[in-house]
């Protein structure tokens, strides 16, 4: 089995990217929006590899609260 290691995490309800360097990056609501339905991150994956936030095979974790 292999293990994925995660570039960011997501957190839906504040929309902020948390970043590997300790770094948030608030996540623009149409962005944010697109992913938020379905609580797919391919969206906010690709915004953010795209403004290199993290690498391009990166993958992102998304953070749900109880």
Same mark, same amino acid.
């Given at each position: 089995?292999?293990?994925?290691?995660?570039?960011?995490?997501?957190?839906p309800e504040l929309?902020?990217?948390?970043?590997?360097?300790?770094?948030?990056?608030?996540?623009? %609501?149409p962005?944010?929006?697109?992913?938020?339905?379905?609580?797919?991150?391919?969206?906010?994956?690709?915004?953010?590899?795209?403004?290199?936030?993290?690498?391009?095979?990166?993958?992102i974790?998304?953070? %749900?609260?109880?």
């Amino acid at each position: 089995m292999t293990k994925q290691v995660l570039s960011a995490i997501y957190c839906p309800e504040l929309r902020e990217l948390m970043l590997e360097s300790g770094r948030s990056i608030r996540v623009p %609501e149409p962005i944010a929006k697109a992913g938020s339905d379905t609580r797919d991150a391919r969206f906010i994956k690709a915004w953010a590899a795209m403004h290199q936030l993290i690498p391009a095979g990166g993958s992102i974790g998304i953070f %749900e609260s109880a």
